[in-house]
Antibody, heavy 119, light 110 residues
Framework: QITLEESGPTLVKPTQTLTLTCTYS??????????VGWIRQPPRKALEWLAL???????RYSPGSKNRITITKDTSKNQVVLTLTNVNPVDTATYFC???????????WGPGRVVTVSS | QSVLTQPPSVSGVPRQRVTISCSGT????????VSWYQQLPGKAPKLLIY???RVRPGVSDRFSGSKSGTSASLAISGLRSEDEADYYC???????????FGGGTKLTVL
């Protein structure tokens, strides 16, 4: 079955770079149409899509964060990495890794990684 | 403020049918499929509906989705206490090149 799990720091200082890793299983990110991405949710707020990387290396970024975000994949390790530069307290959120085979729809989610940005 | 607009809250009693609306524009709901997610307290969201009205396999048939023009709805029939959760709609936006979510609707089962 498809599973995804996020890992990375839970506390990051302002201006630092946040790096989160998604380790997945049960599918191949080289299969046609498959994508893995990131969605975050600030405390008590709505979901916000950040980025998606596809089987063919195509990448999509949210316009609101594209200047600070990079998403990469390593299919040999079954991992997708999200990098967010110059973090500030508004980046405090639960970060979810997601699987997608349909544009704008996310059918499998990791449990989430709570990240706090604070000095 | 979200581009996709949902009511902040809805409520119902057990066995009742409730609907949650999601309003957008031509560039998102009007031209793309709508998905619906259920988020139980402290949990990751779970996909319920995709492509407007397709119930994900394994999801109860008490959940149904529909779309008309630039609006979509999620209906829950035979309401149960375990349905109490936050519900989000989502759709791709062609103009913004962004995957959007609504602000979420909190369902309370009285």
């Amino acid at each position: 079955q498809i599973t995804l799990e996020e890992s990375g720091p839970t506390l990051v200082k302002p201006t630092q770079t946040l790096t989160l890793t998604c380790t997945y299983s049960g599918f191949s990110l080289t299969a046609f149409g498959v994508g893995v991405g990131w969605i975050r949710q600030p405390p008590r707020k709505a979901l916000e899509w950040l980025a998606l990387i596809y089987w063919d290396d195509d990448v999509r970024y949210s316009p609101g964060s594209k200047n600070r975000i990079t998403i990469t994949k390593d299919t040999s390790k079954n991992q997708v990495v999200l990098t967010l530069t110059n973090v500030n307290p508004v980046d405090t959120a639960t970060y979810f890794c997601v699987h997608s085979v349909t544009t704008g729809s996310f059918d499998f989610w990791g449990p989430g990684r709570v990240v706090t940005v604070s000095s | 403020q979200s581009v996709l607009t949902q009511p902040p809250s809805v409520s119902g009693v057990p066995r009742q049918r409730v609907t949650i609306s999601c309003s957008g524009t031509f560039s998102n709901i009007g031209n793309n499929g709508v998905s619906w997610y259920q988020q139980l307290p402290g949990k990751a969201p779970k996909l319920l509906i995709y492509y407007n009205d397709r119930v994900r396999p394994g999801v109860s048939d008490r959940f149904s989705g529909s779309k008309s023009g630039t609006s979509a709805s999620l209906a829950i029939s035979g309401l149960r206490s375990e349905d109490e959760a936050d519900y989000y709609c989502g759709a791709w936006d062609d103009t913004l090149s962004d995957s959007l979510f609504g602000g979420g609707t909190k369902l309370t089962v009285l």
